[in-house]
């Protein structure tokens, strides 16, 4: 289906990666164009009545282009009184072997009717020939806004190449929307897309049932009559692995953060006295546990008082967070939920398994610049510090890091190394009954290679 009144919307990003807890910028843009009121609109409307359409296609294809001229007709002076007004005209073109001009840009609605009654189905299908004569009716003297409707069930079977001629006219201004007929098994969806204008979500649709060919050109026609939108409201929500940390003024309209992680972008008009943007941009950073390829978007929803259904694009973000090493299993989370008004609560954790009397204290480590293919020796040395300055010996553990096989020398990571902590062993000069006191400890770590041909340097904490 095509967009109403929002031409083009967009969701980009201002690089594809960042490193573990980095920041990056997202740009959300609108585009809309005026109602056909204040904006006068030559419209020809190019239709395929090569020997494919024979049968229902033609028939529903009549339906569907008389169905466009009437809510053209209503548009330009809000009642269906057979002439076209505000200085828009419509102009029907057919084709088969060659491109026929059956009408010119007129106001009459009986005439343009009249032409696309006469169609019958029969030849091959030349949609060079076809862009041509639509192109040669308008007058480059006008300053109306010129719309090209193309309509075809099948591939380019005779003529030239269309795809020149498309972009000329498109470089002269022109608008392209394009409605494919698949049902027939030869539409060329990619040239639909290379002739249409961008974006061709916005200016191209492709069904594979005749029937729905009336509802096709039904909407297209909304679509260009249609003021562009009002009361826009844009509920935005990152992934929680992120959050927003800054959002900008936009160009056009108001922004709220509504969380950490979601915004709210409101617009009161876009588009009613001409081809009018609107450009949102806003900082996000890394913040969660996820790496590798994430998706950015968690949602992102547009209403406004119109209808326009709007679809955004979910980028994507590669997330560096180095390699990670798990010397040590981590111990998986048990969720409880308590009611508001329970004061007990009975709940079965199932079966742990007892690693220590007191307090586990877990610490992580990065290696910088480990060299591929060399395994490194890491020691972890925990002492406990009381409350005159000295350290007591709390433990040390060795371990020995995989080698890994990137192709330069990178930062690993080594998460979870665990020391028990007896609380019969607190010396940081807290309360002898008391098993939360403040405790002060010191880590020290010593790391070199175990493989080590002296041609690199040893890792460095």
């Known amino acids: ?47 395929d009545r090569s020997g494919s359409m024979s049968g229902s296609p033609l028939a529903n294809l009549k339906n569907g282009a008389k169905k466009f001229i009437d ?15 505000h200085g828009s005209h419509i102009g029907i073109v057919s084709f088969a072997d060659t491109a026929t001009q059956d009408t010119q840009l007129v106001t009459s609605v009986e005439e343009l009717k009249e032409a696309v009654d006469a169609l019958s189905a ?21 300053t109306n806004q010129r719309v090209i409707v193309m309509f075809t069930d099948g591939r ?17 201004g022109i608008i392209i929307y394009c409605i494919g007929l698949s049902g027939n098994g030869g539409i060329d969806e990619q040239a639909l897309n290379d002739w249409a204008s961008t974006p061709p979500s916005a200016y191209v649709a492709i069904t594979p ?8 050109f039904e909407d297209l026609a909304q679509n260009i009559a249609k003021p562009g939108a009002t009361d826009i409201v844009i509920d935005e929500k990152v992934n929680p692995c992120f959050k927003i940390t800054a959002v900008s003024n936009p160009t056009k309209g108001t922004t709220s953060l509504t969380s950490p992680t979601s915004l709210q972008w ?53 997330v560096d967070c180095g390699i990670v090493i798990l010397p040590e299993k981590c111990p998986h989370p048990v969720d409880i939920t308590i009611d508001g008004c329970e004061d007990t609560l009975e709940f079965d954790a199932g079966d742990i398994g007892m690693e220590s009397l007191g307090r586990i204290l877990q610490l992580s480590v990065t290696l910088k610049n480990v060299c591929p293919n060399k395994r490194v020796a890491l020691a972890a ?18 371990i020995t890091v995989p080698a890994h096989t990137k192709g330069s020398c990178r930062n690993v990571t080594v998460r979870c190394i665990k020391f028990v902590l007896p609380e019969d062993l607190d010396v940081s000069g807290g309360s002898t009954t008391s098993l939360c006191n403040q405790r002060k400890f010191k880590a ?18």
């Open 122 to 142: 029969g030849g091959r299908t030349n949609h060079a020939d076809a862009f041509t004569k639509a192109t040669q009716l308008f007058n480059p003297a006008s």
């Open 266 to 318: 409101k617009i009161d008009e876009l588009g009613a006295k001409g081809s009018e943007g609107a450009v949102l941009e806003f900082t996000v950073e890394h913040v969660g546990p996820c790496s590798g390829t994430v998706e950015v978007n968690d949602s992102i929803t547009y209403r406004d008082r119109d209808g326009n259904h709007v679809t955004f694009p979910s980028p994507k973000i590669e």
């Open 444 to 461: 020290r770590f010593i790391a070199h290679y175990i493989d080590n041909d002296f041609e690199c340097c040893n890792a460095i904490l």
């Open 71 to 85: 809510i053209i007709d209503e548009a330009t002076d809000n009642t269906q009184d057979g002439q076209i007004g």
């Open 381 to 398: 040395i925990l002492t406990e510090v009381d409350s005159y300055g000295i350290e007591h010996k709390r433990g040390m553990k060795i």
């Open 209 to 216: 049932d005749d029937e729905e060919l009336e509802t096709l």
């Open 1 to 47: 289906m095509f967009q109403l009144g929002i031409t083009n919307s967009n969701k980009e990003l201002n690089t594809d990666r960042i490193d573990c807890g980095g920041s990056f910028k997202v740009k959300l843009s609108l585009t809309a164009e005026p109602d056909i009121i204040t904006n006068p609109t030559d419209i020809v409307l190019v239709l």
């Open 156 to 172: 380019t079977t005779v003529g030239g190449n269309p795809t020149p001629i498309a972009n000329a006219a498109k470089a002269q």
